[in-house]
Protein backbone atom coordinates (compact mmCIF):
# COMPACT_ATOMS: atom_id res chain seq x y z
CA UNK A 1 0.00 0.00 0.00
CA UNK A 2 1.26 3.67 -1.15
CA UNK A 3 3.05 4.91 2.23
CA UNK A 4 2.71 8.18 2.16
CA UNK A 5 -1.13 7.17 2.93
CA UNK A 6 -2.20 7.80 6.40
CA UNK A 7 -2.03 4.11 7.52
CA UNK A 8 -5.38 2.59 8.49
CA UNK A 9 -5.75 1.43 12.32
CA UNK A 10 -9.61 0.70 10.81
CA UNK A 11 -12.16 -0.91 13.44
CA UNK A 12 -13.67 -3.91 11.57
CA UNK A 13 -17.19 -5.06 11.77
CA UNK A 14 -16.91 -7.92 14.19
CA UNK A 15 -18.55 -10.45 11.13
CA UNK A 16 -19.54 -10.85 8.14
CA UNK A 17 -23.45 -10.97 9.11
CA UNK A 18 -22.72 -8.25 11.64
CA UNK A 19 -21.59 -5.90 7.99
CA UNK A 20 -24.74 -6.92 6.49
CA UNK A 21 -27.17 -5.57 9.18
CA UNK A 22 -25.60 -2.17 9.56
CA UNK A 23 -25.34 -1.73 5.75
CA UNK A 24 -29.27 -2.43 5.92
CA UNK A 25 -29.64 -0.54 8.32
CA UNK A 26 -28.09 2.28 6.46
CA UNK A 27 -29.95 1.57 3.95
CA UNK A 28 -33.02 0.72 5.44
CA UNK A 29 -34.73 3.98 6.58
CA UNK A 30 -36.90 6.84 6.94
CA UNK A 31 -36.22 6.39 2.60
CA UNK A 32 -38.27 3.21 2.93
CA UNK A 33 -40.93 4.16 5.17
CA UNK A 34 -41.80 8.00 4.71
CA UNK A 35 -40.45 8.57 1.22
CA UNK A 36 -40.69 5.20 -1.08
CA UNK A 37 -44.48 5.59 -0.01
CA UNK A 38 -44.84 9.12 -0.78
CA UNK A 39 -43.12 8.86 -4.09
CA UNK A 40 -45.02 5.84 -5.09
CA UNK A 41 -48.03 7.24 -4.12
CA UNK A 42 -47.30 10.50 -6.00
CA UNK A 43 -46.40 8.85 -8.97
CA UNK A 44 -49.21 6.02 -9.79
CA UNK A 45 -48.50 3.07 -7.52
CA UNK A 46 -47.26 0.35 -9.70
CA UNK A 47 -45.83 2.54 -12.32
CA UNK A 48 -43.42 4.13 -10.40
CA UNK A 49 -42.87 0.22 -8.20
CA UNK A 50 -42.12 -1.29 -11.86
CA UNK A 51 -39.11 1.08 -12.23
CA UNK A 52 -38.23 1.59 -9.08
CA UNK A 53 -37.15 -2.02 -8.89
CA UNK A 54 -36.03 -2.00 -12.18
CA UNK A 55 -33.84 1.15 -11.06
CA UNK A 56 -32.34 -0.59 -8.09
CA UNK A 57 -31.36 -3.78 -10.40
CA UNK A 58 -30.18 -3.00 -13.18
CA UNK A 59 -28.23 0.45 -11.05
CA UNK A 60 -28.65 0.83 -7.40
CA UNK A 61 -27.19 -2.60 -6.75
CA UNK A 62 -24.17 -2.58 -9.31
CA UNK A 63 -23.08 1.43 -8.05
CA UNK A 64 -23.63 -0.65 -4.45
CA UNK A 65 -20.87 -2.85 -5.49
CA UNK A 66 -18.77 -0.24 -6.75
CA UNK A 67 -18.74 1.73 -3.49
CA UNK A 68 -18.12 -0.93 -0.81
CA UNK A 69 -15.25 -2.19 -3.03
CA UNK A 70 -13.56 1.19 -2.84
CA UNK A 71 -13.77 1.04 0.94
CA UNK A 72 -13.02 -2.90 1.81
CA UNK A 73 -10.21 -2.09 -0.97
CA UNK A 74 -8.47 1.51 0.93
CA UNK A 75 -9.88 0.27 4.08
CA UNK A 76 -9.49 4.03 5.07
CA UNK A 77 -11.85 6.75 5.26
CA UNK A 78 -13.72 7.83 1.47
CA UNK A 79 -12.02 9.91 0.21
CA UNK A 80 -8.53 8.60 1.60
CA UNK A 81 -9.67 4.95 0.10
CA UNK A 82 -11.08 6.52 -3.36
CA UNK A 83 -7.74 8.59 -3.57
CA UNK A 84 -5.54 5.28 -3.08
CA UNK A 85 -7.12 3.12 -5.75
CA UNK A 86 -7.07 6.06 -7.99
CA UNK A 87 -3.34 6.16 -7.52
CA UNK A 88 -3.03 2.39 -8.04
CA UNK A 89 -4.49 2.68 -11.07
CA UNK A 90 -2.17 5.87 -12.24
CA UNK A 91 -4.66 8.07 -12.96
CA UNK A 92 -4.70 11.61 -10.86
CA UNK A 93 -6.42 11.31 -7.56
CA UNK A 94 -8.67 14.41 -8.25
CA UNK A 95 -11.00 11.12 -8.71
CA UNK A 96 -11.20 11.38 -5.11
CA UNK A 97 -13.25 14.39 -5.62
CA UNK A 98 -16.24 12.18 -6.02
CA UNK A 99 -15.93 11.31 -2.22
CA UNK A 100 -15.73 14.65 -1.23
CA UNK A 101 -18.65 15.85 -2.85
CA UNK A 102 -20.56 12.76 -1.36
CA UNK A 103 -19.14 13.68 2.36
CA UNK A 104 -20.60 16.98 2.13
CA UNK A 105 -23.64 15.84 0.45
CA UNK A 106 -24.73 13.38 3.62
CA UNK A 107 -23.36 15.98 6.21
CA UNK A 108 -26.15 18.32 4.65
CA UNK A 109 -28.85 14.93 4.09
CA UNK A 110 -28.21 14.72 7.69
CA UNK A 111 -28.89 18.00 8.74
CA UNK A 112 -32.52 17.65 7.93
CA UNK A 113 -33.02 13.82 8.03
CA UNK A 114 -32.77 14.47 11.93
CA UNK A 115 -35.41 17.21 11.78
CA UNK A 116 -37.54 14.51 10.01
CA UNK A 117 -36.38 12.09 12.46
CA UNK A 118 -37.61 14.78 14.76
CA UNK A 119 -41.17 14.25 13.66
CA UNK A 120 -40.96 10.60 14.01
CA UNK A 121 -39.60 11.24 17.78
CA UNK A 122 -42.65 13.96 18.42
CA UNK A 123 -45.17 10.82 16.88
CA UNK A 124 -43.93 8.34 19.54
CA UNK A 125 -44.30 11.11 22.15
CA UNK A 126 -47.78 11.85 20.96
CA UNK A 127 -49.10 8.21 20.40
CA UNK A 128 -47.37 7.22 23.66
CA UNK A 129 -49.37 9.25 25.86
CA UNK A 130 -52.15 8.34 23.55
CA UNK A 131 -52.04 4.90 24.48
CA UNK A 132 -51.54 5.45 28.26
CA UNK A 133 -54.65 7.66 28.00
CA UNK A 134 -56.78 4.52 26.42
CA UNK A 135 -54.96 2.19 28.71
CA UNK A 136 -55.81 4.18 31.63
CA UNK A 137 -60.08 4.19 29.95
CA UNK A 138 -59.87 0.55 30.53
CA UNK A 139 -59.66 0.52 26.48
CA UNK A 140 -56.17 -0.39 25.20
CA UNK A 141 -57.85 -1.63 21.78
CA UNK A 142 -59.34 1.50 20.91
CA UNK A 143 -58.26 3.38 18.07
CA UNK A 144 -55.55 6.61 18.23
CA UNK A 145 -56.36 9.44 19.31
CA UNK A 146 -60.18 8.72 19.89
CA UNK A 147 -60.69 11.60 22.28
CA UNK A 148 -59.70 14.02 18.78
CA UNK A 149 -61.61 14.46 15.73
CA UNK A 150 -60.48 13.42 12.60
CA UNK A 151 -59.74 16.72 11.41
CA UNK A 152 -58.11 17.09 14.98
CA UNK A 153 -55.97 14.43 14.51
CA UNK A 154 -54.75 15.75 10.44
CA UNK A 155 -53.87 18.91 12.73
CA UNK A 156 -51.70 17.76 14.55
CA UNK A 157 -48.80 17.81 11.99
CA UNK A 158 -49.55 21.73 10.81
CA UNK A 159 -49.65 22.46 14.22
CA UNK A 160 -45.92 20.90 15.62
CA UNK A 161 -44.51 22.83 11.88
CA UNK A 162 -46.17 25.93 13.61
CA UNK A 163 -43.54 25.33 16.71
CA UNK A 164 -40.46 25.40 16.23
CA UNK A 165 -39.16 25.13 19.79
CA UNK A 166 -41.11 21.21 19.77
CA UNK A 167 -39.54 20.68 16.47
CA UNK A 168 -36.18 21.62 17.88
CA UNK A 169 -35.98 19.76 20.96
CA UNK A 170 -37.14 16.42 18.68
CA UNK A 171 -34.21 17.43 16.14
CA UNK A 172 -31.85 18.40 19.28
CA UNK A 173 -33.01 14.47 20.80
CA UNK A 174 -32.47 12.81 17.98
CA UNK A 175 -29.32 14.42 16.63
CA UNK A 176 -27.73 14.13 20.41
CA UNK A 177 -28.53 10.03 20.28
CA UNK A 178 -26.70 9.93 16.36
CA UNK A 179 -23.33 11.52 17.80
CA UNK A 180 -23.78 9.13 20.95
CA UNK A 181 -23.89 5.90 18.98
CA UNK A 182 -21.03 7.49 16.47
CA UNK A 183 -19.06 8.68 19.14
CA UNK A 184 -19.15 4.65 21.11
CA UNK A 185 -17.58 3.91 17.31
CA UNK A 186 -18.22 1.53 14.84
CA UNK A 187 -17.93 -2.11 17.12
CA UNK A 188 -19.32 -0.61 20.11
CA UNK A 189 -21.80 1.51 18.82
CA UNK A 190 -23.02 1.74 15.25
CA UNK A 191 -22.73 -2.17 14.92
CA UNK A 192 -24.19 -2.73 18.32
CA UNK A 193 -27.28 -0.62 17.13
CA UNK A 194 -27.61 -1.99 14.05
CA UNK A 195 -27.83 -5.54 15.92
CA UNK A 196 -30.51 -4.87 18.24
CA UNK A 197 -32.76 -2.09 16.01
CA UNK A 198 -32.76 -4.38 12.85
CA UNK A 199 -34.29 -7.15 13.98
CA UNK A 200 -36.68 -5.60 16.24
CA UNK A 201 -37.54 -3.38 12.91
CA UNK A 202 -38.52 -6.33 11.02
CA UNK A 203 -40.45 -8.07 13.70
CA UNK A 204 -42.48 -4.62 14.00
CA UNK A 205 -42.71 -4.59 10.29
CA UNK A 206 -44.40 -7.80 9.80
CA UNK A 207 -46.71 -7.42 12.62
CA UNK A 208 -47.83 -4.13 10.96
CA UNK A 209 -47.93 -5.64 7.92
CA UNK A 210 -50.23 -8.85 9.17
CA UNK A 211 -52.69 -6.45 10.69
CA UNK A 212 -53.20 -3.99 7.93
CA UNK A 213 -53.72 -7.21 5.91
CA UNK A 214 -56.51 -7.84 8.68
CA UNK A 215 -58.25 -4.81 9.18
CA UNK A 216 -57.27 -2.76 5.96
CA UNK A 217 -58.08 -3.30 2.55
CA UNK A 218 -55.50 -5.32 1.31
CA UNK A 219 -56.46 -5.97 -2.31
CA UNK A 220 -57.02 -2.28 -2.91
CA UNK A 221 -52.92 -1.37 -1.38
CA UNK A 222 -51.91 -4.58 -3.54
CA UNK A 223 -53.83 -3.66 -6.63
CA UNK A 224 -52.27 -0.32 -6.21
CA UNK A 225 -48.77 -1.44 -6.06
CA UNK A 226 -48.55 -4.20 -8.42
CA UNK A 227 -50.92 -3.19 -11.08
CA UNK A 228 -49.21 -1.04 -13.35
CA UNK A 229 -50.08 1.36 -16.00
CA UNK A 230 -47.17 1.00 -18.51
CA UNK A 231 -47.81 4.46 -20.26
CA UNK A 232 -47.27 6.41 -16.88
CA UNK A 233 -44.48 4.00 -15.87
CA UNK A 234 -42.09 5.59 -19.04
CA UNK A 235 -43.01 9.17 -18.37
CA UNK A 236 -39.41 10.99 -17.84
CA UNK A 237 -40.56 11.88 -14.46
CA UNK A 238 -41.26 8.63 -13.22
CA UNK A 239 -38.01 7.74 -14.19
CA UNK A 240 -36.64 10.88 -12.74
CA UNK A 241 -37.78 10.09 -9.07
CA UNK A 242 -37.65 6.65 -8.90
CA UNK A 243 -34.01 6.64 -10.05
CA UNK A 244 -33.54 9.45 -7.17
CA UNK A 245 -35.24 7.03 -5.04
CA UNK A 246 -33.11 4.47 -5.73
CA UNK A 247 -29.94 6.65 -4.63
CA UNK A 248 -31.85 7.80 -1.45
CA UNK A 249 -33.16 4.54 -0.02
CA UNK A 250 -29.35 2.17 -1.20
CA UNK A 251 -27.72 5.46 0.84
CA UNK A 252 -26.21 5.77 -2.38
CA UNK A 253 -23.78 8.64 -3.86
CA UNK A 254 -22.43 10.05 -0.51
CA UNK A 255 -20.05 7.33 0.41
CA UNK A 256 -22.13 6.06 3.00
CA UNK A 257 -21.83 2.35 1.62
CA UNK A 258 -17.77 3.34 1.23
CA UNK A 259 -17.10 4.11 4.97
CA UNK A 260 -19.17 0.74 5.83
CA UNK A 261 -17.26 -1.42 3.03
CA UNK A 262 -14.10 0.28 4.80
CA UNK A 263 -14.94 -1.94 7.66
CA UNK A 264 -15.73 -5.53 5.85
CA UNK A 265 -12.95 -8.19 6.21
CA UNK A 266 -11.32 -9.73 3.18
CA UNK A 267 -13.11 -12.55 3.09
CA UNK A 268 -16.69 -11.15 2.50
CA UNK A 269 -18.09 -11.33 -0.56
CA UNK A 270 -18.98 -8.00 -2.03
CA UNK A 271 -21.04 -9.16 -4.81
CA UNK A 272 -23.04 -11.19 -2.58
CA UNK A 273 -23.77 -8.64 -0.03
CA UNK A 274 -24.11 -5.75 -2.18
CA UNK A 275 -27.08 -8.23 -3.50
CA UNK A 276 -28.60 -9.04 -0.34
CA UNK A 277 -28.87 -5.54 0.71
CA UNK A 278 -30.30 -3.87 -2.17
CA UNK A 279 -33.09 -7.16 -2.17
CA UNK A 280 -33.38 -6.63 1.60
CA UNK A 281 -33.92 -2.52 1.38
CA UNK A 282 -36.27 -3.25 -2.06
CA UNK A 283 -38.70 -5.62 0.00
CA UNK A 284 -38.43 -3.78 3.11
CA UNK A 285 -39.82 -0.83 0.83
CA UNK A 286 -42.30 -2.94 -0.83
CA UNK A 287 -43.65 -4.69 2.83
CA UNK A 288 -43.89 -0.82 4.00
CA UNK A 289 -45.93 -0.02 1.12
CA UNK A 290 -48.25 -2.90 1.63
CA UNK A 291 -48.27 -2.01 5.48
CA UNK A 292 -49.26 1.68 4.46
CA UNK A 293 -51.79 1.61 1.39
CA UNK A 294 -54.53 -1.05 2.81
CA UNK A 295 -54.91 1.00 5.65
CA UNK A 296 -54.87 4.66 3.61
CA UNK A 297 -57.10 2.96 1.47
CA UNK A 298 -59.65 1.20 3.70
CA UNK A 299 -60.43 4.50 5.28
CA UNK A 300 -61.07 6.02 2.23
CA UNK A 301 -58.23 8.72 2.09
CA UNK A 302 -55.87 8.80 -1.20
CA UNK A 303 -52.93 8.16 -1.75
CA UNK A 304 -51.13 10.67 -3.18
CA UNK A 305 -50.70 12.69 -0.59
CA UNK A 306 -46.76 13.02 -0.70
CA UNK A 307 -44.92 13.65 1.95
CA UNK A 308 -47.51 14.27 4.36
CA UNK A 309 -48.54 10.56 4.07
CA UNK A 310 -46.73 8.74 7.05
CA UNK A 311 -47.36 11.79 9.41
CA UNK A 312 -50.86 12.93 8.61
CA UNK A 313 -52.94 10.75 6.81
CA UNK A 314 -51.26 7.75 8.68
CA UNK A 315 -52.13 8.96 11.88
CA UNK A 316 -56.00 9.75 10.71
CA UNK A 317 -56.35 5.99 9.10
CA UNK A 318 -55.48 4.73 12.88
CA UNK A 319 -57.84 6.90 14.33
CA UNK A 320 -60.60 4.51 12.92
CA UNK A 321 -58.83 1.38 12.94
CA UNK A 322 -59.06 -1.62 15.94
CA UNK A 323 -56.39 -1.01 18.47
CA UNK A 324 -54.94 1.98 16.29
CA UNK A 325 -53.48 3.41 19.59
CA UNK A 326 -50.90 0.50 19.70
CA UNK A 327 -50.22 0.11 16.43
CA UNK A 328 -49.60 4.04 15.80
CA UNK A 329 -47.14 4.32 18.07
CA UNK A 330 -45.53 0.72 17.34
CA UNK A 331 -45.36 1.88 14.04
CA UNK A 332 -43.17 5.17 14.82
CA UNK A 333 -41.16 2.87 17.51
CA UNK A 334 -39.96 1.15 14.06
CA UNK A 335 -39.56 4.21 11.87
CA UNK A 336 -36.86 6.21 14.64
CA UNK A 337 -35.28 2.41 14.54
CA UNK A 338 -34.52 2.57 11.06
CA UNK A 339 -33.66 6.80 11.43
CA UNK A 340 -31.64 5.78 13.77
CA UNK A 341 -29.38 2.94 12.08
CA UNK A 342 -29.37 5.52 8.88
CA UNK A 343 -28.34 8.76 10.28
CA UNK A 344 -25.56 6.78 11.65
CA UNK A 345 -24.23 6.08 8.63
CA UNK A 346 -24.71 9.75 7.58
CA UNK A 347 -22.52 10.76 9.97
CA UNK A 348 -19.57 7.80 9.97
CA UNK A 349 -18.60 9.22 6.86
CA UNK A 350 -16.81 12.47 8.21
CA UNK A 351 -16.23 11.16 11.74
CA UNK A 352 -13.77 8.77 10.04
CA UNK A 353 -12.53 11.39 8.26
CA UNK A 354 -11.45 13.90 11.21
CA UNK A 355 -10.32 10.78 13.06
CA UNK A 356 -8.04 10.33 10.31
CA UNK A 357 -7.21 12.98 8.86
CA UNK A 358 -6.42 14.76 12.35
CA UNK A 359 -5.91 11.92 14.31
CA UNK A 360 -8.82 13.54 16.44
CA UNK A 361 -10.21 11.53 19.12
CA UNK A 362 -14.02 9.67 17.61
CA UNK A 363 -15.63 11.14 20.86
CA UNK A 364 -14.15 14.82 19.84
CA UNK A 365 -14.97 14.44 15.70
CA UNK A 366 -18.42 12.98 16.51
CA UNK A 367 -19.33 15.74 19.22
CA UNK A 368 -18.04 18.58 16.51
CA UNK A 369 -19.62 17.28 13.12
CA UNK A 370 -23.08 16.55 15.64
CA UNK A 371 -23.16 19.86 16.92
CA UNK A 372 -22.80 21.70 13.82
CA UNK A 373 -25.63 19.20 11.68
CA UNK A 374 -27.77 20.24 14.94
CA UNK A 375 -27.23 23.85 14.16
CA UNK A 376 -27.34 23.93 10.80
CA UNK A 377 -30.63 21.52 10.96
CA UNK A 378 -32.07 24.60 12.83
CA UNK A 379 -32.34 26.61 9.16
CA UNK A 380 -34.56 23.63 8.14
CA UNK A 381 -36.77 23.71 11.44
CA UNK A 382 -37.03 27.44 10.58
CA UNK A 383 -38.17 27.04 7.07
CA UNK A 384 -41.65 25.20 8.02
CA UNK A 385 -42.56 28.60 10.51
CA UNK A 386 -40.67 31.60 10.82
CA UNK A 387 -38.76 31.44 7.59
CA UNK A 388 -41.52 30.28 5.77
CA UNK A 389 -41.36 32.84 2.93
CA UNK A 390 -37.55 32.87 2.60
CA UNK A 391 -36.87 31.59 -0.80
CA UNK A 392 -32.82 31.22 -0.65
CA UNK A 393 -32.39 30.01 -4.06
CA UNK A 394 -35.06 32.08 -5.75
CA UNK A 395 -33.33 32.98 -9.04
CA UNK A 396 -32.21 29.16 -10.02
CA UNK A 397 -34.45 27.37 -12.62
CA UNK A 398 -36.39 24.25 -10.21
CA UNK A 399 -35.54 26.50 -6.90
CA UNK A 400 -37.90 29.27 -7.22
CA UNK A 401 -40.39 27.92 -5.08
CA UNK A 402 -38.00 25.92 -2.83
CA UNK A 403 -37.56 27.04 0.69
CA UNK A 404 -34.64 26.00 2.55
CA UNK A 405 -35.64 22.71 3.91
CA UNK A 406 -36.30 21.87 0.07
CA UNK A 407 -32.94 23.93 -1.10
CA UNK A 408 -31.07 21.32 1.73
CA UNK A 409 -33.52 18.13 0.09
CA UNK A 410 -32.89 19.13 -3.71
CA UNK A 411 -29.95 20.32 -3.86
CA UNK A 412 -28.28 16.98 -2.37
CA UNK A 413 -30.59 14.31 -3.89
CA UNK A 414 -31.13 16.20 -7.19
CA UNK A 415 -27.80 17.36 -7.68
CA UNK A 416 -24.85 15.90 -5.33
CA UNK A 417 -26.06 12.60 -4.97
CA UNK A 418 -26.20 12.07 -8.60
CA UNK A 419 -22.81 13.93 -9.55
CA UNK A 420 -20.99 12.01 -7.16
CA UNK A 421 -22.67 8.39 -8.57
CA UNK A 422 -21.63 9.38 -11.76
CA UNK A 423 -18.08 9.96 -11.18
CA UNK A 424 -18.07 6.55 -8.89
CA UNK A 425 -19.88 5.09 -12.21
CA UNK A 426 -17.03 6.40 -14.24
CA UNK A 427 -13.87 6.33 -11.89
CA UNK A 428 -15.00 2.12 -11.20
CA UNK A 429 -16.18 1.63 -15.10
CA UNK A 430 -12.97 3.27 -16.55
CA UNK A 431 -10.35 4.63 -14.17
CA UNK A 432 -9.71 2.65 -12.01
CA UNK A 433 -7.28 -0.75 -12.49
CA UNK A 434 -9.29 -3.51 -14.04
CA UNK A 435 -7.64 -6.36 -12.06
CA UNK A 436 -7.61 -4.49 -8.51
CA UNK A 437 -11.55 -3.78 -9.38
CA UNK A 438 -12.46 -7.31 -10.32
CA UNK A 439 -10.57 -8.88 -7.53
CA UNK A 440 -12.66 -7.12 -4.98
CA UNK A 441 -15.55 -7.59 -6.94
CA UNK A 442 -15.89 -11.56 -5.56
CA UNK A 443 -18.14 -12.28 -8.93
CA UNK A 444 -15.06 -14.03 -10.57
CA UNK A 445 -16.36 -17.11 -12.23
CA UNK A 446 -19.27 -16.94 -14.47
CA UNK A 447 -21.74 -13.73 -16.51
CA UNK A 448 -22.11 -11.96 -13.56
CA UNK A 449 -18.54 -9.98 -13.64
CA UNK A 450 -18.87 -8.74 -16.98
CA UNK A 451 -22.45 -8.25 -16.87
CA UNK A 452 -21.98 -5.84 -13.88
CA UNK A 453 -18.97 -4.28 -15.72
CA UNK A 454 -21.20 -3.68 -18.16
CA UNK A 455 -23.77 -1.82 -15.67
CA UNK A 456 -21.34 0.12 -14.01
CA UNK A 457 -19.32 1.40 -17.27
CA UNK A 458 -22.17 2.23 -19.60
CA UNK A 459 -25.73 2.14 -18.37
CA UNK A 460 -25.25 3.73 -14.88
CA UNK A 461 -23.29 6.70 -16.35
CA UNK A 462 -25.77 7.30 -18.91
CA UNK A 463 -28.75 6.92 -17.06
CA UNK A 464 -27.14 8.84 -13.65
CA UNK A 465 -26.59 11.58 -16.52
CA UNK A 466 -29.83 11.61 -17.47
CA UNK A 467 -30.72 12.04 -14.03
CA UNK A 468 -28.75 15.17 -13.32
CA UNK A 469 -30.17 16.93 -16.51
CA UNK A 470 -33.86 16.34 -15.81
CA UNK A 471 -33.14 16.92 -12.24
CA UNK A 472 -31.57 20.23 -13.17
CA UNK A 473 -33.80 21.28 -16.14
CA UNK A 474 -37.13 19.84 -14.99
CA UNK A 475 -38.37 22.04 -18.25
CA UNK A 476 -36.63 19.97 -20.69
CA UNK A 477 -39.30 17.48 -20.06
CA UNK A 478 -42.34 18.97 -19.82
N1 LIG B 1 -30.90 5.19 2.90
C1 LIG B 1 -31.36 5.97 4.00
C2 LIG B 1 -32.88 5.86 4.07
O1 LIG B 1 -33.47 5.22 3.25
C3 LIG B 1 -30.96 7.40 3.90
C4 LIG B 1 -29.51 7.60 3.62
C5 LIG B 1 -29.11 8.26 2.48
C6 LIG B 1 -28.56 7.10 4.49
C7 LIG B 1 -27.77 8.42 2.18
C8 LIG B 1 -27.21 7.24 4.21
C9 LIG B 1 -26.82 7.91 3.05
O2 LIG B 1 -33.49 6.45 4.92
Known amino acids: MAANLPSSGQPNWSSKPAFILAAVGSAVGLGNLWRFPAEAGANGGAAFVLVYILCVALIGA??????TLIGRHGQRSTITSAALLAR???????????????????????????VV???????????????????AAGQPFAGAYSNLTVEQVRQQMPDLFADPVKMSIAHFIF?????????????????????????????????????????????????FLFTPDFARAVQPEVLNSALGQAFFSLSLGGGAMVAYGAYASRETNLGQTSGIISAADTSVAIIAGLAIFPIVFSVGLAPDAGPTLMFQTLPAAFHSMPAGALVGLAFFV???????TSSVSLLEISTAYLVERFKMARVMAAGLLGTSFFLIGMVSVLSFNIWADHRPLAMVPGFTNA????????????????????????????????????????????????????????????????????????????
Not at 117 to 135: M, N, P, Q
Not at 181 to 208: Q, S, T, Y
Open 334 to 340: LALFAAL
Open 62 to 67: PLLLAE
Open 117 to 135: AGWVLYFIWTSGGDVLRTI
Open 88 to 114: QSKASSGWASLAVIGMIANYLILTFYS
Open 175 to 223: AAATTYVVARGVKGGIEVAAVWMMPAFFILLLGITVYAGVTGDFAAGAA
Open 403 to 478: NWFDVFDGVTGRILLPLSGLITAIFIGWVADRKLVNEETGLQSGPLLPIWRFLVAWLCPIAVFLILLFGLFPQLIS
